[in-house]
């Protein structure tokens, strides 16, 4: 029942006593304020990981060659391992009810393409039609490369949107129209944006087999890229991946010659496999985020429990006096965790607010590649103040207790 006498008290007894009151209040709020911030960066940091996976399919594997780093078989290191055609195609026969999406990939680093008087320097890689699903690219115009345009050698290129933006004149239909790449004619069929932003836009994909032909490739390929079908659950997933990668480095180092401990030649990277450690890695980041503020706050509660003690002993008197004249035990609790709960829930919520509005002001101005838009759920913020508040009426129950059992005759004499 609501009390205006009540809450007369709590304020006058807040008046009596702002510094330490206001110290008591500080101490929870920071707690509160600590643990948002914590929490925000630790789902920034999520935000930049899962953003960093977004730049290609998430379950993509792929594979490139180096150097060898180690003699095997009466052969030197220092060898380049050259995959080709063959090496892909025996993959995708050996794997065919395993893969989902898969291409191999012949690349020029810096190619001149040019239009009319535009021209620029861009990766020129040459794929199949499924390179569009591995590289998460999105068509902004026109089609991908499909099955025919490798079949027949066609010279039709699909190009990355910031391509489109130094050849092409702002609103130009891009589609049909021929760029040179190398003063060799390609037919523009595509424009397409990649999640990875503007240096993944850099790039023209033109067919495998008329990359390989016009740029006197031979059967060479740089790079293979595979994903894998769904699995019931992302360890399943993660396992087949492993299996996947395990199989295909024993191949190729078998076909090449290559040292079964040699780190170097072959490349592979698994993005399950990396998605994995690193969403281990920030879930016991969040988890130590979330001790610290956790602590924090119980400090806070600490404080909160104490000067409530502090106040049963300078109210001593005054609760015998009410006791003497019929005031229950249960309205001297009342009157003890009111207070309590009233200064843990102000400053909370006040540690709570300027917790969320710097996430909300200084947040963008904090991004890196991998922090990205600090946030706190509000549901998990707003618990996290209710289980505050609640700490807050079990640190003043002690005192409120204590204040209850307390003997008239005993506090009369109190001084």
Known sequence: MFSLERWQEIFETIRKNKLRTFLTGLSVASGIFILVILLGVGQGMQNGISKEFEQDASNRISVWTNVTSKSYKGLNPGRFIQMTNED???????????????????RI??????YKKES?????????ADYQFLENAEMIAGRYLNLQDNENLEKVAVIGNKVYNDLFAKGQNAIGEYIQIFDINFKVIG????????????????????????FN???????MAFTLKPEANFDEAVLASKRFTAEMETYL???HIVAPDDESAIGINNSLENAKRFYQLIFMIKGFFWWVGICTIIAGVVGVSNIMLIIVKERTKEIG??????????????????EAIFVTAIAGFTGLIFGLLLLEFVGPFVETDFIRNPSVDFNVAITTVIVLIIAGAFAGFVPAWRAAKIKPIVALRDE
Do not use: C
Not at 109 to 114: E, T
Not at 120 to 128: A, D, K, Q, T
Not at 193 to 209: A, K, N, V
Not at 321 to 338: N, S, V, Y
């Open 191 to 214: 424009v397409f944006s990649d999640p990875g932003g503007e240096r993944e836009e850099t790039r023209i994909f033109l067919p495998l087999t008329s990359h390989q032909r016009v």
């Open 217 to 223: 490739q031979g059967q060479n390929i740089r790079n």
């Open 253 to 255: 180092k078998a076909k």
């Open 88 to 106: 892909y195609d025996f993959l995708k026969l050996k794997h065919e009810d395993e893969l989902e999406y898969k291409s191999s990939l012949s």
């Open 120 to 128: 620029g320097n861009y990766r020129i890689e040459g794929v199949s």
């Open 109 to 114: 680093w810096g190619g001149i393409a040019s």
């Open 321 to 338: 006096i009410r006791k003497a004249l019929g005031a229950m035990p249960g309205a001297i609790i009342g009157m003890i965790l009111q």
